[in-house]
T-cell receptor, first 111, second 115 residues
């Protein structure tokens, strides 16, 4: 079935460091791909998305490119801040319907 | 952006009692809502898909008689955990699919603790 595998955490970084969270997927069709973020004590929020191959989603300094050839959607940010500390979930959706989530990666950014 | 509200945000109950969790889309209509369960340090597991005016569709392994879902209006879906037991303790999250754009919005979650 459709599934998402993302890098296990936790990840601890210093402020202004470069962040990468790997995400690969398995799907029978051509899914839309998402990154969601869950800040402490809050619900999930859509961070960015890409709906077709080679699309790049970006938001708040984060970027991810839909790579069909490697079935990947890695999340990157060039310079993290303490406020980026959160749990990040990679997810896919076929036909814009149900979401399948990865296990989540906890990121802690130290000042 | 659109807001999805869950209530209560946390609840503690005794084993054997039933608990109802509400999921409301505050400023949009949602013909479809989803209920997820999140275990500590794990991902969200889809429990069921709730469609307004019809029966919910449950994922494999989810007991429909245990987790009753009602989607009575375009802005409200409820999840009732019946005869709750400690193993039902978890974080329950709903999401609502905006009727026109299809975009998904998530509630803040409801933490259930069964003693």
């Amino acid at each position: 079935g459709d599934s998402v595998t993302q890098m296990e955490g936790p990840v601890t970084l210093s402020e202004e460091a470069f962040l990468t969270i790997n995400c690969t997927y398995t799907a029978t069709g051509y899914p839309s791909l998402f990154w969601y973020v869950q800040y402490p004590g809050e619900g999930l929020q859509l961070l960015l998305k890409a709906t077709k191959a080679d699309d790049k989603g970006s938001n708040k300094g984060f970027e991810a490119t839909y790579r069909k050839e490697t079935t990947s959607f890695h999340l990157e940010k060039g310079s993290v801040q303490v406020s980026d500390s959160a749990v990040y979930f990679c997810a896919l959706s076929l036909l814009g319907y149900k979401l399948s989530f990865g296990a989540g990666t906890t990121v802690t950014v130290r000042a | 952006g659109a807001v999805v509200s869950q209530h209560p945000s946390w609840v503690i109950c005794k084993s054997g009692t039933s608990v109802k969790i509400e999921c409301r889309s505050l400023d949009f209509q949602a013909t479809t809502m989803f209920w997820y369960r999140q275990f500590p340090k794990q991902s969200l597991m889809l429990m069921a898909t709730s469609n307004e005016g019809s029966k919910a569709t449950y994922e494999q392994g989810v007991e429909k008689d245990k987790f009753l879902i009602n989607h009575a209006s375009l802005t409200l879906s409820t999840l009732t955990v019946t005869s709750a037991h400690p193993e039902d303790s978890s974080f329950y999250i709903c999401s609502a699919r905006e009727q026109n754009t299809g975009e998904l919005f998530f509630g803040e979650g409801s933490r259930l603790t069964v003693l």
